[in-house]
């Protein structure tokens, strides 16, 4: 039982109760569960290849699922009970509400990376102005102390000669 208990327990927990104990801790490399996915994060660039391949492949079903059956030979032609479609109007508008929404994500996020963009640039354009600003007080400031060491070797030449 304290075992099962030991292997329950968080790992700093487990390993002081295991040394107080005097038991040598036991290290155990978790096993990632079969079909489990570690998840990572996503750049825009993937969740909108994910999502393409999704639309794709949730278009390919169900063109699928409309396409008409090949005509059979005109010699097999047999008599059936009316063939009744698989997809009702209720499916159709529950897709196309899910569909709407998609698009409306779809643009909202649009309009959020365009502002971020915008912003971005003007962050970008402000920091670049004020790195020229500081660079050319750099500069003046630099062209004043060469002025005045200028002035100063000529000040004390003159003071040298008298």
Excluded: H, W
Aim: charged letters at 25%.
């Amino acid at each position: 039982m304290y075992i099962y208990y030991y292997y329950n327990m968080s790992g700093s927990l487990a390993s002081a109760k295991a040394k107080r104990a005097g038991i040598a801790p036991i290290i155990q490399t978790p096993q990632p569960i079969q079909g489990q996915q570690i998840q990572t994060k996503l750049t825009f660039q993937q969740i909108v290849t994910v999502i393409d391949g999704r639309l794709t492949k949730l278009e390919q079903d169900m063109k699928s699922k409309v396409a008409p059956a090949p005509a059979p030979a005109p010699a097999q032609v047999k008599t059936q009970a009316p063939v009744q479609d698989p997809v009702t109007k209720s499916q159709i508008e529950e897709m196309e509400s899910k569909f709407m929404m998609l698009a409306e994500e779809i643009t909202a996020m649009k309009d959020i990376i365009i502002k971020l963009q915008s912003f971005t640039m003007d962050v970008n354009k402000t920091l670049f102005d004020e790195r020229i600003q500081i660079m050319s007080d750099v500069c003046t400031i630099k062209e004043e102390d060469i002025e005045k060491e200028e002035e100063e070797a000529q000040s004390s030449e003159i003071a040298s000669e008298k």
